[in-house]
């Protein structure tokens, strides 16, 4: 990391799957729009029961990237 | 909450009404650019006095918001 | 406070009037089923956003009871 | 999220296959009493290590109900 | 602000009628005796439970004022 | 500890005589309607002053306990 | 606890006893110039090691007080 | 601070030189998007080691500013 | 868990395949030089992103093992 | 630190040089009112932003001193 | 304190006497393998319970030590 | 960063010179026994008060180092 600038948003990714594939989502989405995604850091992990079971699991990231 | 990512942005509303106003201030704002608004958290209440009175509330909130 | 034990129970109140009210809701409904309810602390504030105002202030507490 | 009050409980659960287990784990058995689970949180993440592995990952949420 | 230095002081103001009125108790107290009162922060909500409602909200601040 | 779901509950125990004691006043008290209590965690400690003295310390605890 | 503001200040007390007569002591010491002290609550403890051994507790609290 | 809204942004900039360097680099490539920038608060200070000695300074701030 | 002494140290595994494969490599790494490894608590999460995908997780924990 | 008390204050120092300088404008404020002065701890750091560069830095600390 | 380079390490101490003690367990085992022990912080109190008291108080502590 | 293990340890350095300095201490010092030294940081900044001044700039960093 030489003498850049970063922008670090934060998103929550869901997923039905598992807390890592709701990281994935949210890292997708991001890089349709955003290049140069560098790091991520889990803020918090949370999600909605559905019928006694987990029915997503959101997981909130911090994602930084590069400011060109 | 389907299988959606959510983008959280980070606003500070101000008020001299009242606290409650002051989300309100922040999110009024925000739904002037953005769609699909969904949830907000408080993040930081202050404000500044003015001649012994709150003068302004000052309420930091994150607002979270579906990305199509 | 004498020598007694407290129990310490979370809910979260939500009310679409103000950020007190959620709190006086949760305290209500608290007061059906438990006697010597004695204080609360705010937890966490946050809530839903629909048709770019606030829907419902959904305010997390803790409330403290003297245990018999 | 209409104008309802939830409760909201911690527990552990553990699991020695994953963490996203150990999280179901403790929402299955929240399940077998509790009606309207809604949404959990997870408040810290630990385990027990037996012969240099991962013998049980340990799971503390907080898991929050509608109360009728 | 210019080069100066501030003294933050912590208080709590109760209130029976709102946690905003909990904070304006506590910055007309603070007023009464010290000048060039210029912000607050909130640090802490909670309070009192008196039959079943809030009896007091009490809201720890922190006032900043300007040393001369 | 093996695939067991553990319930975390939080009590207030208070005593004239030390802090330790108010750990074991609340623990002695769940004991009366709990089984299977397995560990506490001190969340904070607390107290009233009377008459320039430590008049009762509080310590806020959570305890755990394995549901059957 | 009525209508009242109350000032929070902080204090650390030393001890070689104990960590409790650590917090006995700074009350001790507010009250020789303070009036009306109403609770505490422990910050932060820490200490100094002489000889392998603790040589003094230093217990930071927050003291509440009613102002006039 | 009038009734505005403010937006708060989250930047990592990196200086060889210091870490007070590490936060200009981060204004100064916000100001070349973002009129009225308005406050910062350092959220984290970390950095990379390089041959023993500092490498950058990386300081995470957020950085608020007025909506028109 | 007996009148024994506790050492706690902190480790950060990395791992392509899963966070909590990130964890298994971190203990696994301590069992090669460290005996008695007893529990762990995971401190952050957080990973480096390779062309718009996770390219490792990497799980910051705190190791416990008991000293002779 | 022998079997003293002290006590702490809340100060925010500013200055257009430096983070360090606003930490030394607050102790040196401190201390044309205040003797024994022995320690500081930086509680946030944050400042203003003026034609897109830092225009103050703006550091709280706490300063601790000895009661005689 | 000069221009000293300190290392901390962290400990968890467990004792059926007192909290206080557990400090006192984990500080004496640092002092068979290290010198110029210097300070202890307290991170975490907790314990086990055995027959619905307190088995064992477990104490981490973080305690810092100057380097040669 | 690939699929190493870290370990990271906490220093405190000193300094009468400047904050920045402090961590230059703390590196230059764990760089005398230790390779691969990766990122640091900080944790908590504080200091000694001498003759009302700053005397030594103390900082308490992380840092992270490579296992071969």
Redesign the interface.
Known sequence: ????????????????K???DA?????????TSLHN??????V??????TE???G???V?I???FR?D
């Open positions: 990391m030489s003498d850049h600038v970063y922008k670090v948003i934060e998103l929550v990714g869901s997923s039905s598992s807390s890592d990281i994935q989502q949210a890292i997708a989405k991001a890089g995604l560098d790091w991520f850091e889990v918090e992990t949370r999600g909605h029961i006694g079971k987990v997503h699991y959101q909130k911090k994602v930084g400011l």
